[in-house]
Structure formats: structure tokens, C-alpha cells
């Protein structure tokens, strides 16, 4: 059955059945590998995409409740301002380590930003905490999600 | 050659443990595999018969040319540098680079780094034990120092100057008397053409020259995974590509009877579907090819949906039998009796326990946890009709992978490509080689290129785990508060006598050494699950149970952690450590350990903590391994319901006189921290039925966001040779949450995971 979404500004055509997560549509189907699959059950954040700006867990989502939505992609969003702050921001501090979370992590940011320019440490806390990073990179995506919204880097939660 | 495969790969320890050669001792290994890596190579330069996708050396065209395997410069001053090691997010595919570009004295700005295809010409290729920065810090400094000799040989000629007045700055060699330049760039095609220079007596740069050797590199490829380009094994796409899904026996060591493969087959977009059979009954233990069913689809959820309606029937030769709290009964009985075995003995101990002014007993226990990377195993394989075989996998061990294939499928190494993809997360797991073989194995029977993808259930639960373990200590005090007598009965696992991989204790393990009546004696748990090496080996699980312990006869002989510490290490000395199944180790300098253990009480200002407020404690430890030496203190409280809230976390390490890329170091480190952190508060893999009962992120757990405090990492430089950072992080903190949650509590952890309930005022 053929559906079309509009992914990163485009429309796309893909031929699955509607059961088909969001997931492996833009990853298997349009060759869009940025957005990962780390649980398939929503608990890892991996493969994190904004469904109208909203961060949304492309491996529970059917392709067939997409409907209208506006999908974008870590390939696609680096063309908004935060998008693009956020990754110079990853770049700077050299977030990553083997980086297979990263996309995920970088999606979960620029929503953060886009809804809170200014996080506190605890905004952080809640808009971060359903992405796993194997690697623990945290303190490093705290510092640069902070950097992105022009904060200091410094960590001063309470010791 | 010989010393580049010190390692014994069926002891299935490279992800650590064992320090492969000493420090010291090592030095002329490290030469040798200088020659080999580079010396050898260099000799073959204008045989042009390296596997490296550059151009063939050809003077005067418009061609890059390749100096040696690991460095091509093309006409435009672009040098383009082999990183020999897979990159698993330890950093090698920008570490590696960053020797050989030092040394070649290359502008960083202009390097271009590729991942090598395996090959004996690069010397070892592995990402384990954190040994890329020990085995390589001096040949790839050599192989790049060799390029710049070339360069500067092949000005010196075009001037018909001598060599000694020339010199380099970044890419550009400068006549000293004339002031004329050339750059590498037009110079590389002429210097390819030149004798190799001989690795040995190249003299390298004094470090206070460094130009990209200890700055702030970023990694090499984090821009294109930002941009999501396909850089992942999972990423791999060939054209005609099926994608399958391996299911396998959920009791390990099961073998397939039947199953319902019509039904599969008639499932949409199924391909094929097929019994597989393993190899021999090892292979379970040793991730080799075991039984299962394949099935082959032209999508992957179409795999996942035909998954669902798999119905396998298992013989029942295997170990249902076994379970965790079949384990722990089994545990306290065997703690009962004299160990099986003995791993070590000084003086009498039972003397020294009669004569002791204190003694303390305690038992200690840890359960097996899972890798779980966050990329799924994974690997993509394609069977030609010609009998080669060409495969893409996400793996720290390409040779493993390449050797079972070549085993299960009868097909000669030399037949079989392997790349080295990015890898998403390693941690040890990827130093097995069982998805490479299914990979392999399935698509020769589907006749066609196959990318196998295991989904979060298969990963969790075919593992080869972190063995758990129970510690029975036993440590008899003096007068004065001095440990005299120290025991453990380490109640293990194994399969018949032999220990299970990585469930192993070595005799050298502190406190052994240090205390002058000492017995570490050991007893085995039969077990049919397979285990294996998991960032830091050994040192994952022993530093808990040790430094938790040591901990504890402070307490009780009235010390501060920190003071009966260093009273134990001593002065200032090199002890030598014995050789491990037949291979040398690097001494244990107390210096070092003291050094880090006094850094981090300063950083940490431990010896204030008893200004701290009531409910909130400090706790510290120390642990060597891999060459590093940490000490971390952790500051932590409980919430009302027991749960562990951890403020800071203060670490100070010493690992050698060079941090290559801090960047990556501070990074390493922290993420190390965290990981031990999170083992300590979610981790344990459980058994029942002889099966593993979790299946996902929600019953084993990684540390989140919230959950990750605030960390200062401290190095200190010492005048030893430069080692590595993935691993020896990891063990100090799961102690000193341990020890500072008693201050803050008054209840000891003697348990992993940290249970809450245990942990809640009453």
C-alpha cells in the first residue's frame, strides 16, 4: 500500500504495509540511514525524529498515522537556525564517541531549544532522559545543548 | 610478527584483562612492531601491491602517491592516512591519524583518514584490552616520521642540497640556506620513488615540537554522522541485498528439531527461510556458529514480522536446570567448604587470622550483565558465485569473524574481504564473532548478498556475558589497625575444571603483595551460558567487591580509606607483577597509585568531608589496570525511599607522560565513569530456565540523563609511556558509590545491582 509522508520538506513515496514503523520506512525505503534502531520499543531514543517539531519515537510509530505530519529527519534538520546551532555545538565540544545515539540525542536537543531557548539543568534532565547514550556522553550533551542556547558550559547543579 | 600475536585469541581476553607486554618489557615489542608494521612495508613501496584504494605510485602524473600503506599524499597537498584499528567510539580512526600526522609533520587541516580493509600489513587490528595507544604510540609515530624523511629526501634531491639543510613546517619542506619550498604535495610523487628509511633509527620529534600530538582534536567523522550519512555496519546496503533476521536457541546450547518454515515462507515478502546447524557444541561457549533459523526477507520488519509466527521445537540436551537462584544456593554451599583450588598462598594464614587483634568476614556478590551496544549485532555478508567472499561488519576483532567464516563455510582467509565499518558501541562484545559467520552462513544458503540485523530481544539474550561472581572475604586486623591477614574464597563459574572466559581471578590481585598472610583460593559453578569479556574485564566486577571490602576493614580498624590505603601501597617502588599465562606484565608502581590516590583526595578536598551534612557521605577507591592507574571519589546521599542520589563524581588518573587527544581522553574517561555508574544502579542479566529473562531497555537498564552528576576528571603526568583510556576509568567508581553510600546510610552494598529497599532508613 503506498503512502505518502512529507519528509525534510519533500514528499515521498513508500510501498509497505501500514503497520510499518516510521523507522524503517525512512531508513530501508527512502535510504535515509541517519535515524537509527537501538530497542524498537520506544526505551532508547535512538531513532528520535520531529513529527511537527514534536520528538517522536520513529520505531512505534505506523507509517500509517503519519497522515500530514512534517517528518524531519537528522538529515533535514540542520536547515532550521536551532538544528544547525545545536550541531556546531555537538562539533565544538566533540560530543560523540561512537555516535550511534547522537542523531537521536541531536533531534531531542533541538526540540528542547525550539520549545525552551534557555534550559535549566533540570529542563535538560526531562527533555534528555528517554535518550540513551551507551557510551555516556552526558556531560558533554549537557554542555552542548547549553552552549547551543548561548549559556555557559559550566556544570553548576548543586554538589 | 611473532610478538604482534603475544595474545593467545582462544583465551578470549583481549578485551582486557591482560596487558598483552610490560611497559618496560615491551619495548622491544614495540619495535618490532614498528618493522613490521612499517619497516616491512616500506620495502614494498614500489611493488604498488598494498590493498589500499589509492592510486598506484606513478611519477609525474596528476596521481596520489602513497609513500607507505598508511600515508597518500595527492598533488594538492591532501594526505590521506590508513587508521589500522576498527573505530568502536574509543577514538582510533582520529588517534592513530593524529601519531602518524605529528610525525610526518603533516597540517591537520589537509588529513584525510580512511579505515583499512584487514590485512597482515598493517600488524594488528584489533580494539581491545585499550591497547591501541600502548601497541602504536611509537610505530605510527615511526611510520609517519619515515614519510617526512622521504619528503625531505626527495626536496633534498630536486635542490641537490644536502639533506641536513632542509627541514619542514606542516606540510612544506624549506631549504634552511636558500629559503626555497617545496610542498609534500609535489614532492610525494618523487618520494615514493626513494628507499624506504629504516623505522628503527629514525629519530623522532622532542614532544615540546608538537603541533597536533595533546590538542583538542575532534573525531574525524562526527560531522558526516551528524549529517546521517551511512557510516554504520547497520548502514550497509549492496545491490540485491536480502535482509535476515538469526533466531537461536533461547537455553543456550539447544539444537533445532524442526520448525514451522512453510508457514514462515508463506509470510509477505519472505524470501526463504532455513535450518541452520552450528559447528560443534564449543561454539556456544565460544560464539562461534550455533543452531537456528534463518529467515530471509526483503525487508527487515518483514523479516520481524515473519519472526512472529516462528515456531521452533528444541531438543532439550542442553541446561535448563540452570538459574540465578540456583547459582546463589549453589554459591553459599561451596562457600562452605574448602575452595577447589588454590590461586594463591603467602605465609599461613590461619595463624594470622589466630593471632589477629579483629576479624572480618564478608560475602560479596555481582551478577552477569550484557554488553548492549546500541547498534544491534550486525553484519552484512555476500557470497560470490566465484567463492569469495566479501563482508561489512561492525566489529573490534575483523580477524575473529574472518577466522570463523573461513572455519564454518570451508573457505580458504585469504577468499574473504573484510571492511570495517563504524562500529556503534563495542564494549567487548564486538571481539565475538558470531554474527560475522551467521552473516556469512546465511547468505550462502539464500545465494545472496544478506544484511543480518538481531533485534533487541536476540541481542540481550545471546550474549557472552559478564560472568557474576560471590567473594567470601576474610581479613584479620592488628593491634594497631594494620591488615595482616586477608582472604577471599571466590566461588566462580567454569565448565568442568576450567574457568569460564573472563570469570578468572589473578593471583596478582590486590591486596595480594601488600599483605603479608594471603590465600585467594577458588571453587567453580558449572554453566552453560556463555561469557566473554566486557569493558574491563575482571576489574568490572573484582574492584566492587575488593575495594568495597578494603573499605570496610577501614571502618573497622578506625582509618580514613584514604590513610589505610596509602600505608598498604607504601613507598614509592616498582613491584614486579608475575607473568600471566606465559606472558609478561608491566610492574606496579606504588608511586603512581599514590599519586592519583593523593590527587584525587585534594581535587575532592576528602579531607573535609566531615564537614559534609548528615546523609551524605564520600567514598573512594582505586584501581589499576590496563597500564592505568585511578583513584574516584564519589559524593552520595539517598532519596527518602533508598534511592541513590550521586552529587560528584572527582577522578584523577595517571596514564603516562603523553594525553594524545584530549578531546577524546576527557571524554573516554567521563563516559567510563558513567558506565560503571550505571552497572552498579541497573545492571543484571538473570537466568531461569536456563534462559536469560530480559529482553530489553526496560528491564536492563543504562544510565540516563538525570541520573548523570557532575565529573572532574584529573590526569597526572608522569614520565612513562602513554596507554590507554577505554577501560581503566571504569572500576574505582562502582566501589566509591559503594563506600559512600555506607557514610551516608550506614548500610554496606554487598549486592549488585544496589537494591534501594536495602538502601532505605528504616
Same mark, same amino acid.
Given at each position: 500500500?503506498?503512502?505518502?509522508?512529507?519528509?525534510?520538506? +519533500?514528499?515521498? %513515496?513508500?510501498?509497505?504495509? &501500514?503497520?510499518? &514503523?516510521?523507522? $524503517?520506512?525512512?531508513?530501508?525505503?527512502?535510504?535515509? +540511514?541517519?535515524? +537509527?534502531?537501538?530497542?524498537?520499543?520506544?526505551?532508547?531514543?535512538?531513532?528520535?525524529?520531529?513529527?511537527?517539531?514534536? &520528538?517522536?519515537?520513529?520505531?512505534?510509530? &505506523?507509517?500509517?498515522?503519519?497522515?500530514?505530519?512534517?517528518?524531519?529527519?537528522?538529515?533535514?534538520?540542520?536547515?532550521?537556525?536551532?538544528?544547525?546551532? %545545536?550541531?556546531?555545538? $555537538?562539533?565544538?565540544?566533540?560530543?560523540?564517541?561512537?555516535?550511534?545515539?547522537?542523531?537521536?540525542?541531536?533531534?531531542?536537543?533541538?526540540a528542547l531549544l525550539t520549545r525552551t531557548p534557555k534550559p535549566t539543568d533540570q529542563d535538560i534532565d526531562e527533555a534528555m532522559s528517554g535518550n540513551l547514550c551507551r557510551c555516556a556522553t552526558y556531560t558533554r550533551i549537557r554542555a552542548a545543548i547549553k552552549q547551543a542556547a548561548g549559556l555557559s558550559t559550566d556544570d553548576t547543579r548543586e554538589v | 610478527m611473532a610478538s604482534l600475536n603475544a595474545y593467545d585469541p582462544s583465551a578470549g581476553t583481549r578485551a582486557g584483562g591482560e596487558p598483552i607486554a610490560a611497559t618496560q618489557l615491551s619495548r622491544r615489542a614495540f619495535l618490532t612492531t614498528g618493522l613490521?608494521?612499517?619497516?616491512?612495508?616500506?620495502?614494498?613501496?614500489?611493488?604498488?601491491?598494498?590493498? @589500499?584504494?589509492?592510486?598506484?605510485?606513478?611519477?609525474?602524473?596528476?596521481?596520489?602517491?602513497?609513500?607507505?600503506?598508511?600515508?597518500?599524499?595527492?598533488?594538492?597537498?591532501?594526505?590521506?592516512?590508513?587508521?589500522?584499528?576498527?573505530?568502536?567510539?574509543?577514538?582510533?580512526? !582520529?588517534?592513530?591519524?593524529?601519531?602518524?600526522?605529528?610525525?610526518?609533520?603533516?597540517?591537520?587541516?589537509?588529513?584525510?583518514?580512511?579505515?583499512?580493509?584487514?590485512?597482515?600489513?598493517?600488524?594488528?587490528?584489533?580494539?581491545? #584490552?585499550?591497547?591501541? !595507544?600502548?601497541?602504536?604510540?611509537?610505530?605510527?609515530?615511526?611510520?609517519?616520521?619515515?614519510?617526512?624523511?622521504?619528503?625531505?629526501?626527495?626536496?633534498?634531491?630536486?635542490?641537490?642540497?644536502?639533506?641536513?639543510?632542509?627541514? !619542514?613546517?606542516? =606540510?612544506?619542506?624549506?631549504?634552511?640556506? *636558500?629559503?626555497?619550498?617545496? @610542498?609534500?604535495?609535489?614532492?610525494?610523487?618523487k618520494a615514493a620513488t626513494l628507499p624506504a628509511p629504516d623505522l628503527p633509527s629514525i629519530t623522532?620529534?622532542?614532544?615540546?615540537?608538537?603541533?597536533i600530538i595533546g590538542k583538542f582534536t575532534g573525531g574525524v567523522d562526527s560531522a558526516r554522522v551528524l549529517e546521517g550519512q551511512p557510516l554504520f555496519g547497520i548502514d550497509t546496503v549492496l545491490p540485491g541485498m536480502l535482509y535476515a533476521t538469526y533466531e537461536k536457541a533461547p537455553v543456550f546450547g539447544s539444537r533445532v528439531v524442526s520448525a514451522n518454515l512453510a508457514a514462515v515462507k508463506a509470510m509477505p515478502g519472505v524470501r526463504d527461510a532455513f535450518i541452520v546447524h552450528g559447528s560443534d557444541p564449543q561454539a556456544v561457549f565460544e560464539l562461534g556458529?550455533?543452531?537456528?533459523?534463518?529467515?530471509?526477507?526483503?525487508?527487515?520488519?518483514?523479516?520481524?514480522?515473519?519472526?512472529?509466527?516462528?515456531?521452533?521445537?528444541? /531438543?532439550?540436551?542442553?541446561?535448563?536446570?540452570?538459574?540465578? @537462584?540456583?547459582?546463589?544456593?549453589?554459591?553459599?554451599?561451596? @562457600?562452605?567448604?574448602?575452595?577447589? *583450588?588454590?590461586?594463591?598462598?603467602?605465609?599461613?594464614?590461619?595463624?594470622?587470622? *589466630?593471632?589477629?587483634?579483629?576479624?572480618?568476614?564478608?560475602?560479596?556478590?555481582?551478577?552477569?550483565?550484557?554488553?548492549?551496544?546500541?547498534?544491534?549485532?550486525?553484519?552484512?555478508?555476500?557470497?560470490?558465485?566465484?567463492?569469495?567472499?566479501e563482508i561489512w561488519a561492525p566489529t573490534q576483532d575483523p580477524d575473529r569473524g574472518r577466522e570463523l567464516v573461513a572455519k564454518a563455510l570451508g573457505v580458504s582467509a585469504s577468499r574473504i574481504t573484510v571492511h570495517m565499518t563504524r562500529v556503534g558501541g563495542g564494549f567487548g562484545r564486538r571481539l565475538q564473532g558470531d554474527y560475522v559467520v551467521e552473516a556469512a552462513m546465511i547468505s550462502k544458503l539464500a545465494g545472496r548478498p544478506v544484511?543480518?540485523?538481531?533485534?533487541?530481544?536476540?541481542?540481550?539474550?545471546? /550474549?557472552?556475558?559478564?560472568?557474576?561472581?560471590?567473594?567470601y572475604f576474610k581479613a584479620g586486623l592488628t593491634a594497631e589497625g594494620r591488615l595482616d591477614a586477608f582472604r577471599d574464597h571466590f566461588v566462580t563459574f567454569g565448565q568442568g575444571n576450567t574457568v569460564a572466559r573472563s570469570a578468572d581471578l589473578s593471583a596478582a590481585h590486590f591486596p595480594a603483595g601488600f599483605v603479608p598472610s594471603l590465600e585467594y583460593g577458588q571453587s567453580l559453578i558449572e554453566l552453560g551460558v556463555p561469557t566473554g569479556p566486557l569493558r574491563n574485564p575482571g576489574g568490572n566486577a573484582l574492584?566492587?567487591?575488593?575495594?568495597?571490602?578494603?573499605?570496610?576493614?577501614?571502618?573497622?580498624?578506625?582509618?580514613?580509606?584514604?590513610?589505610?590505603?596509602?600505608?598498604?601501597?607504601?613507598?614509592?617502588?616498582?613491584?614486579?607483577?608475575?607473568?600471566?599465562?606465559?606472558?609478561?606484565?608491566?610492574?606496579?608502581? !606504588? =608511586?603512581?597509585?599514590?599519586?592519583?590516590?593523593?590527587?584525587?583526595?585534594?581535587?575532592?578536598?576528602?579531607?573535609?568531608?566531615?564537614?559534609?551534612?548528615?546523609?551524605?557521605?564520600? #567514598?573512594?577507591?582505586?584501581?589499576?589496570?590496563?597500564?592505568?592507574?585511578f583513584a574516584e571519589v564519589v559524593k552520595a546521599s539517598v532519596a527518602a525511599d533508598g534511592t541513590p542520589k550521586v552529587h560528584k563524581i572527582w577522578a584523577a588518573g595517571d596514564v603516562g607522560r603523553q594525553i594524545i587527544n584530549p578531546a577524546g581522553a576527557y571524554n573516554q574517561a567521563q563516559g567510563a565513569i558513567l558506565d560503571g555508574l550505571g552497572a552498579a544502579l541497573h545492571q543484571a542479566i538473570t537466568i531461569e530456565g536456563g534462559r536469560v529473562v530480559q529482553e530489553n531497555f526496560n528491564t536492563f537498564g543504562l544510565l540516563r540523563m538525570r541520573e548523570a552528576p557532575p565529573i572532574e576528571v584529573h590526569f597526572r603526568i608522569t614520565d612513562n609511556p602513554p596507554t590507554g583510556l577505554g577501560e581503566p576509568p571504569l572500576p574505582p567508581v562502582l566501589p566509591a558509590l559503594c563506600n559512600a553510600l555506607y557514610v551516608a546510610t550506614g548500610k554496606r552494598v554487598r549486592k549488585l545491582p544496589i537494591d534501594p529497599k536495602e538502601l532505605r532508613s528504616a
Open positions: 500500500m503506498a503512502f505518502t509522508i512529507t519528509v525534510n520538506g +519533500k514528499k515521498r %513515496v513508500a510501498d509497505v504495509t &501500514p503497520d510499518t &514503523p516510521l523507522l $524503517w520506512v525512512l531508513r530501508d525505503e527512502l535510504d535515509l +540511514k541517519g535515524t +537509527k534502531f537501538g530497542c524498537g520499543m520506544s526505551f532508547c531514543g535512538a531513532c528520535t525524529v520531529h513529527l511537527d517539531g514534536v &520528538p517522536t519515537r520513529s520505531c512505534i510509530t &505506523p507509517v500509517s498515522r503519519v497522515g500530514n505530519a512534517s517528518v524531519v529527519t537528522i538529515e533535514g534538520v540542520g536547515d532550521s537556525e536551532v538544528g544547525k546551532r %545545536v550541531k556546531t555545538a $555537538w562539533l565544538a565540544l566533540d560530543v560523540m564517541q561512537c555516535g550511534y545515539c547522537q542523531s537521536g540525542q541531536v533531534m531531542a536537543a533541538t | 613490521a608494521a612499517g619497516g616491512g612495508l616500506l620495502l614494498t613501496l614500489n611493488v604498488g601491491c598494498t590493498p @589500499s584504494a589509492s592510486q598506484p605510485v606513478s611519477v609525474g602524473s596528476n596521481a596520489a602517491a602513497e609513500l607507505n600503506p598508511f600515508i597518500t599524499i595527492a598533488p594538492d597537498g591532501i594526505v590521506t592516512i590508513v587508521a589500522k584499528n576498527p573505530e568502536i567510539g574509543q577514538g582510533m580512526k !582520529t588517534t592513530l591519524p593524529m601519531l602518524i600526522a605529528e610525525e610526518l609533520d603533516a597540517d591537520w587541516v589537509n588529513v584525510r583518514t580512511r579505515e583499512a580493509l584487514l590485512n597482515p600489513i598493517y600488524g594488528d587490528q584489533f580494539a581491545g #584490552g585499550s591497547m591501541s !595507544t600502548p601497541l602504536n604510540w611509537e610505530p605510527m609515530r615511526r611510520v609517519g616520521a619515515a614519510g617526512r624523511q622521504m619528503l625531505i629526501a626527495a626536496a633534498a634531491k630536486t635542490w641537490e642540497a644536502p639533506v641536513a639543510e632542509c627541514e !619542514t613546517s606542516q =606540510g612544506i619542506v624549506r631549504h634552511r640556506p *636558500s629559503g626555497r619550498t617545496l @610542498s609534500y604535495g609535489a614532492l610525494a610523487a623522532l620529534k622532542d614532544p615540546k615540537d608538537y603541533r556458529l550455533v543452531d537456528g533459523v534463518a529467515i530471509v526477507a526483503d525487508s527487515w520488519w518483514q523479516a520481524q514480522k515473519a519472526l512472529d509466527k516462528l515456531q521452533i521445537v528444541w /531438543d532439550r540436551r542442553s541446561t535448563p536446570g540452570q538459574s540465578t @537462584s540456583e547459582f546463589e544456593r549453589q554459591a553459599a554451599q561451596l @562457600s562452605r567448604h574448602k575452595p577447589q *583450588s588454590m590461586v594463591r598462598r603467602d605465609g599461613d594464614v590461619d595463624k594470622a587470622f *589466630s593471632r589477629a587483634h579483629k576479624v572480618l568476614e564478608a560475602a560479596y556478590a555481582y551478577p552477569f550483565i550484557a554488553h548492549v551496544d546500541l547498534e544491534p549485532q550486525n553484519c552484512t555478508a555476500h557470497c560470490k558465485r566465484d567463492g569469495s567472499i544484511k543480518l540485523l538481531t533485534n533487541r530481544r536476540q541481542d540481550i539474550q545471546h /550474549d557472552a556475558y559478564r560472568p557474576g561472581g560471590f567473594h574492584a566492587f567487591a575488593f575495594e568495597s571490602f578494603i573499605d570496610e576493614v577501614a571502618h573497622a580498624a578506625g582509618r580514613d580509606p584514604l590513610d589505610l590505603r596509602l600505608d598498604l601501597y607504601g613507598p614509592p617502588r616498582v613491584m614486579p607483577v608475575p607473568s600471566r599465562r606465559g606472558r609478561p606484565q608491566p610492574p606496579f608502581d !606504588t =608511586g603512581r597509585a599514590r599519586g592519583v590516590l593523593e590527587l584525587v583526595a585534594e581535587k575532592s578536598a576528602w579531607r573535609n568531608r566531615k564537614e559534609l551534612p548528615r546523609g551524605t557521605g564520600m #567514598g573512594l577507591a582505586f584501581y589499576y589496570s590496563h597500564y592505568g592507574y
